[in-house]
């Protein structure tokens, strides 16, 4: 039996208008409503306040991105505050496109993270290796030293407030997505690493998703693994009927 409810996001990166946002948003909010499991849209910053109303249910806002100062002179800064006042509950960090295109970002990931969670918000946290990494045998290894950068130094880990998300970069975009089998494997060893550095209930209580080329076909069995509480869904996410399909798998697997 699941006992964590499964968390299915949709992040659009730089794509839809913001005269599209609603639209797109309230066909996917009108196809996944009556679902048993937590939708996340996060659009880009520009279309937050058009979503605003659809806030309610299952359906919650979610942000890409956030300054990792609380306020002040940071020419184009999004803050928490900010976000928070336009309805946002998750923002995402740490995602492998931010830290690829931006020098600064793996340094500023921890600021992130505690600028979210002094806020009250919630966190979806991304990791994952490349494809040169797992061809080396060095996949685990990579993702540990991640968790270890990011949120290893944290007192606690607050399930209600963090959401991981295993994201193999190899998988991203590229239509190739990790075995069910190797993504579970990879979903166990994070939650072994939060049981031995924070606690049972940590690792127990988390929710672990996948992403990377999620779609309509492969959510069936990614949803069967145990250890996969949900999805990060990026090009699926701008299709309301596929979104919705992967968002059911998780909702069929609830027993
Ligand atoms: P994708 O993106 O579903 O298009 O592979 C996932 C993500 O980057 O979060």
């Known amino acids: ?5 499964p968390l299915i996001a949709a992040n659009w990166k730089m794509n ?7 639209h797109l948003a309230d066909h996917i909010n009108s196809l996944t ?3 048993n499991v937590d939708i996340v849209v996060a659009p880009p910053f520009t279309h937050l306040a058009f979503l605003k109303p659809l806030y309610g249910g299952n359906f919650s806002l979610g942000a890409q991105d956030v300054h990792s100062s609380p306020m002040g002179a940071h020419t184009g800064g999004v803050s928490v505050a900010m976000l928070k006042d336009l309805g946002v509950e998750y923002i995402i960090v740490g995602h492998s496109e ?7 970002e793996n340094a500023l990931i921890r600021k992130k993270i505690d600028v979210c969670i002094n806020a009250g918000l919630k966190v979806v946290y991304c990791c994952g290796e490349s494809m040169e990494l797992r061809e080396l045998g060095k996949a685990f290894e990579f993702v540990q030293s991640q968790l270890e950068n990011d949120l290893g130094k944290m007192e606690e880990l607050n399930s209600l407030q963090i959401v991981i998300a295993y994201e193999p970069i190899w998988a991203i975009g590229t239509g190739l997505n ?7 494997e990879m979903h166990l060893f994070i939650r072994q690493w939060l049981r031995d550095k924070f606690s049972l209930k940590a690792a127990e209580s988390t929710r672990i998703l996948y992403g990377g080329s999620v779609n309509a076909t492969n959510a069936q069995e990614l949803a ?14 701008l299709k309301p009927d596929l979104f919705a399909e992967i968002a059911k798998a998780w909702h069929l697997k609830i027993v």
Do not use: C, H, T
């Open 16 to 22: 839809v208008l913001p005269s599209e946002a609603f």
């Open 224 to 237: 069967a693994q145990i250890n996969i509480d949900g999805a990060l869904v990026g090009g699926a996410s």
């Open 98 to 104: 931010r830290r690829a295109e931006y020098e600064s």
């Open 178 to 184: 990790a075995s069910p089998q190797q993504a579970d």
């Open 33 to 35: 409503k009556d679902l």
């Open 1 to 5: 039996m699941r006992i964590r409810k």
